[in-house]
């Protein structure tokens, strides 16, 4: 069931709004992984487990579009420079956000994750992470039953 705030951005989102297009501009132009002082879909966000408190960020993941598409290179060389071992086909481009960003992020426990855009080349996901030592997070029961299980 959407809220309000959801329906309203899910409009937005579906009529390609010029907010959300001017966003998305300024998307680009930035690192994959970005850390973000507020989340830009409050509601979700909530839902999710964030709270505007110390120990929670916020971090904007983009991650490319696409599944196993590109052929591995005939020519010899390292595993690791083949280009083809970070695409996975069996999950979800919203995973794969959430699996990078932990990479990222090792201190940090994962609340949640919320899709925000798309184009032709990338995908844009909104991922909540928690820090397991903070003293704010500990204190807090909600979290606390959360992030230390």
């Known amino acids: 069931m959407l809220t309000a705030q959801d329906q309203v951005w899910l409009k937005h989102w579906q009529q390609n709004s010029p907010e959300i297009r001017k ?66 086909a069996d999950i979800n481009m919203q995973q794969v956000a959430e699996n990078r960003t932990k990479e990222l ?20 996901f909104e991922v909540i992470l928690a820090d397991k030592a903070h003293p704010r997070v500990t204190k807090d029961k909600e979290l606390r039953k959360r992030v230390l299980a």
Do not use: C
């Open 23 to 88: 966003n998305a501009i300024e998307w680009r132009k930035q690192p994959a992984f970005r850390r973000v002082d507020k989340p830009s879909r409050i509601a979700k966000a909530r839902r999710l487990g964030y709270k505007a408190k110390q120990g929670i960020i916020v971090v904007r993941a983009r991650v490319g579009t696409g599944g196993m598409r590109r052929q591995r290179p005939v020519a010899g060389r390292r595993q690791k420079h083949l280009g083809v071992t970070r695409i996975k």
């Open 105 to 124: 992020y090792k201190n940090m426990k994962m609340l949640g994750s919320y899709f925000l855009y798309k184009d032709g080349f990338h995908y844009w």
